[in-house]
């Protein structure tokens, strides 16, 4: 059964950082593109950055690039997001996602869910 | 960055209905296009993928068609478990972008 399991979110002061992991567990994690999604309470999704399986390449929601890193250890079968300079309006909830192998069949698969929330 | 418009925003809908949502792309993406329902509190659950490709486990009532730019989501007959709020999502290029979102609530 695939799984995805989210974990690392909390409270933190703007300005400040925070790490986020997905530990992922049913399916060959190091074949597929892995990615974050995000949704502000009663908001809609917001898609954040992805990670090629090799790792050789990664992409970024435009106002994360520079402060968000998205990473993964194949050996671990674990993504994560590394959010520094965290702002008021990055507090949403974080998803990881599985994407695909082949480009069509993406975004099958979610994790439950990470909280962040930037506030003083 | 290419932009998702998606219609209704909300709707009203009786079980045993008929409905369509629609998805508009700022710019052509072939059919890099997902559809996504989503209850409160709930990870949001994919239904269709490749525009039209069936997801495992979804009721055939739900199905999807387009190409290019425009994208149709449709639930043959609507139950009581399909209330819920509708996505799209385009992941032909960079930035991926979902739609705004329709939510579906019963008449």
């Known amino acids: 059964e695939v799984q995805l399991v989210g974990s690392g979110g909390g409270l933190v002061q703007p300005g400040g950082s925070l790490r986020l992991s997905c530990a992922a567990s049913g399916f060959t994690f190091s074949n597929f593109w892995m990615s974050w999604v995000r949704q502000a309470s009663g908001k809609g999704l917001e898609w954040v950055a992805n990670?090629?399986?090799?790792?050789?390449?990664?992409y970024y929601l435009h106002s994360v690039r520079g402060r968000f890193t998205i990473s993964r250890d194949n050996t671990k079968n674990s993504l994560y997001l590394q959010m520094n300079s965290l702002r008021a309006e990055d507090t949403a909830v974080y998803y990881c996602?599985?994407?695909?192998?082949?480009?069509?069949?993406?975004?099958?698969?979610w994790g439950q869910g990470a909280l962040v929330t930037v506030s003083s | 960055d290419i932009q998702m418009t998606q219609s209704p925003s909300a709707m009203s809908a009786s079980v045993g209905d008929r409905v369509t949502i629609t998805c508009r792309a700022s710019?052509?993406?072939?059919?890099?296009l997902a559809w996504f329902q989503q209850k409160p509190g709930k990870v949001p659950k994919r239904l269709i993928y490749?525009?039209?490709s069936f997801q495992s486990g979804v009721p055939s009532r739900f199905s999807g068609s387009g190409s290019g730019t425009e994208f149709t989501l449709t639930i043959s007959s609507l139950q009581p478990e399909d209330f819920a709020t509708y996505y799209c999502l385009q992941y032909s290029s960079y930035p991926y972008t979902f739609g705004q979102g329709t939510k579906l609530e019963i008449k």
């Open positions: 490749a525009a039209s």
């Open positions: 990670i090629k399986p090799d790792d050789s390449e990664m």
């Open positions: 996602a599985r994407e695909s192998t082949d480009g069509y069949n993406s975004f099958d698969y």
């Open positions: 710019q052509g993406i072939s059919n890099y």
